[in-house]
Structure formats: structure tokens, C-alpha cells
């Protein structure tokens, strides 16, 4: 592989330039931009620094095969390629294919990446180099690293002996997509629906409960009542009784976990009753058990009820302190997983990796703090397209 790097006053000039020395087969692997520092900064402009790479002819030709050449501005764009329907699904196959090949991080930093530690059997061939790039954008979007070998073992067994980047692209976004899972939202039955929201203190519960609360209110015309059992906290239950006045809603607030019971057995006409609980310490065992407490009373109910669990957690919440979060969760049976605060983090591989260490469905994303909306039921194909250096 030959590896150069192009300076330029602008993208477009290096890029042209590096074509102009490499050839239109050349692929671009870095875009930076260098700023000029100290007093030089007064009399040079910034720069743009391309690193570009041409692959061996072999590989060259296959690749060509299966893929659109990078356009540049000003110059007439070719005949895009479809692959496998796989750009039905994603708004650009070629501009994700350039942000994959894009390395972030300087060439030292690069020397020291991450290595592939999967036993595949395509270390002796072209496939191995496309799946490194994959694993290594995986785990810049922060996904585990057990889960991105997990992912990239199971489709390096499934390959041929040499494929082209568009079909591994294609295999490990629909793979990405399978362990995500088909999402499920809240559910409305014959029976009343009671839902209880868990999760630790701040990740925005009351306010995720208000969009949800909005959408079958508002939108499908159903009767919803909510229960406080946030008694820690006044001001939770304030800002829950200021959603219930504007949208016309019942508030019960009870105290203890022997008070649900009544509290359903007086919604029992309503076909949604949400319980928004208390932000508990995970450390907290007493706290823990209190909780459980309150979600098994509708089991002691005379009337059936289609009980459901979510677990709010906040996209900001650090990946180890989301492990320890979940697992003081595990007592909790059959629980969909609402993933908050989108809108204030650039890495979304979290929800890959709670959803494959729990096995629990992905249910609601919410990203702002506008009620009704800023919020969506997760987009399997968005976040998949996203892992892989896709825009949203």
C-alpha cells in the first residue's frame, strides 16, 4: 500500500492534488486541519492536510467493481454503484464508506490503535484489513470491545474468502442491527397498563414520562393517570403535577410501596397508569428493595393488569458506572431499556452494549427537553448507520 500525505489551502485542493499524483483509485484515510500556532499564525494561513492511500492492484480492481470513486466539487460524478439495496437503508453507501476509512487520531496514536483480537480466518487476506476499520470505528463510537470482536467474529465466519468493503459493510450493519433487536414501545391492552419508570436520580424521568404520558393522551385519545411514589423529592412531584394540570391527567402521590395497590385500584378504569419512581442509589441495598417492593403489588391486585418496567438511563452516565447501574437493576423481570440526554453526547455505542449485556428491548430514545416531542422510539438503523460512522 503506498501512503502519502497532500497539503492544501482547502479539502478540495488536496484532494485534487492527491488524485492528481495517485491517481482516482487513490481512497482518502485522514482529513485534518492544521492551525497555524504562535506568532507564524499572523502571516500563514491554515492548512489542510490529506493522507491518502492506493491499494495494490489486486485489490484495486476488485474494490472498483463494487464501489463509486470519491467525487470531488466541479468535476462530473459517476454512475453510482447499488449494493445489495444496502443504500436503502443508509442516505449515503460512499460518504459512510469515506468516514470509515477516515482515522481520527494522529499516527502515533494510530501505531498504538487497538488490534483486532478476534481468531479470524481472514487474517491472511484482504477481508482482515476492512474488518479492522470497522472494529476500530466500533470502538470509537465507544462500543465494548467483547461485543465489537463478538460482532466481527461472526461475520468474518460468514464471508468469502475475499470480499469487498460494500458487502462487509453491508454484513456488519445488518448484524449491528440483529443484536439490537426489534425495538417495543409501550403497549395498550384490554386490561389497564400500568408501567413503572426506574432508574437512578437525574437521567430524566419525569420528563420522559410527560412525552410518553403527551403521545397516548394527546395523540391516541387514551386515559392516563400517574402515580408519584418520588417522595424524596419535592420537586419531582411538582414538575409531575405541572405536566398532569396542562394535559388534564390525575395525579395520585403515594408513600409506600402497601399504598400502590389502592392507588391502581383507583385508576382501574384508565387504560394507561404510569408510576414514576424515585431516582435510587444503586449502592443503596434498602433503597433496592423498596423498589421491588413497589413494582410486586400488582401482582396482589383482584383485577389483571399488564405490567411494565423501564429502565431510564442517561447516554452522559459513564460506561463502567452503567454496568454497576444495571446490575443492581437484575432483580427486575422483563424490563425495556430508555436511553435519555442524546442530544448531549457524540457516542452513542452504549446502547449497543447495554442492550447485549442485558438482552433487554430497546424501547424510547429522547434527545432535548421539549414536551411532547424530543423523543422517538429507537431507530434501529439510525444507530447502526451512526456506529459505523454514518451520519444520523
Request: contains cysteine.
Amino acid at each position: 500500500m503506498i501512503v502519502k500525505k497532500f497539503q492544501a489551502p482547502t479539502e478540495t485542493e488536496a484532494i485534487l492534488a492527491a488524485k492528481e499524483e495517485l491517481g482516482t483509485s487513490a481512497v482518502v484515510l485522514n482529513v485534518k486541519l492544521i492551525k497555524q500556532r504562535g506568532i507564524y499564525r499572523l502571516f500563514k494561513k491554515d492548512m489542510y492536510e490529506i493522507t491518502a492511500a492506493l491499494e495494490e492492484k489486486e485489490m484495486l480492481q476488485e474494490m472498483n467493481q463494487n464501489r463509486p470513486t470519491f467525487a470531488v466539487p466541479n468535476q462530473v460524478k459517476e454512475e453510482p454503484v447499488k449494493v445489495n439495496g444496502i443504500e436503502e437503508k443508509l442516505d449515503s453507501l460512499h460518504d459512510l464508506l469515506k468516514a470509515q476509512m477516515t482515522v481520527k487520531k494522529e499516527e502515533k496514536q494510530e501505531e498504538a490503535a487497538p488490534v483486532l483480537k478476534t481468531e479470524t480466518k481472514s487474517a491472511n487476506n484482504n477481508n482482515f484489513k476492512f474488518l479492522q476499520l470497522i472494529y476500530n470505528k466500533l470502538l470509537d463510537n465507544e462500543v465494548d470491545e467483547k461485543y465489537a470482536n463478538v460482532i466481527i467474529d461472526e461475520i468474518d465466519s460468514s464471508l468469502k474468502k475475499e470480499s469487498n468493503i460494500d458487502n462487509i459493510l453491508s454484513a456488519v450493519y445488518q448484524k449491528i442491527i440483529l443484536k439490537l433487536g426489534e425495538p417495543e414501545e409501550i403497549s395498550i391492552k384490554e386490561e389497564p397498563t400500568v408501567v413503572f419508570f426506574v432508574g437512578p436520580t437525574g437521567v430524566g424521568k419525569t420528563t420522559t414520562i410527560a412525552k410518553i404520558a403527551s403521545k397516548f393522551k394527546l395523540n391516541e385519545k387514551k386515559k392516563v393517570a400517574f402515580i408519584s411514589a418520588d417522595t424524596y423529592r419535592i420537586a419531582a412531584v411538582e414538575q409531575l403535577n405541572t405536566y398532569a394540570s396542562i394535559m388534564n391527567i390525575p395525579v395520585k402521590v403515594i408513600y409506600s410501596a402497601e399504598e400502590m395497590k389502592g392507588a391502581i385500584e383507583e385508576f382501574k378504569d384508565f387504560d394507561l397508569i404510569i408510576v414514576d419512581t424515585a431516582g435510587r442509589s444503586h449502592k443503596d441495598e434498602i433503597q433496592k428493595q423498596d423498589l421491588y417492593d413497589l413494582c410486586e403489588q400488582t401482582d396482589k391486585l383482584s383485577f389483571k393488569v399488564n405490567k411494565e418496567i423501564m429502565l431510564v438511563l442517561s447516554m452522559t452516565t459513564k460506561y463502567r458506572d452503567l454496568l454497576n447501574i444495571v446490575n443492581s437493576y437484575d432483580k427486575l423481570e422483563n424490563y425495556k431499556l430508555i436511553f435519555t440526554k442524546l442530544d448531549e453526547t457524540s457516542t452513542i455505542g452504549n446502547i449497543l452494549n447495554i442492550r447485549m449485556m442485558t438482552n433487554a428491548a430497546l424501547a424510547y430514545t429522547t434527545y432535548g427537553q421539549n414536551v411532547p416531542d424530543d423523543i422517538e422510539v429507537v431507530n434501529v438503523q439510525k444507530v447502526a448507520k451512526n456506529l459505523l460512522g454514518g451520519n444520523e
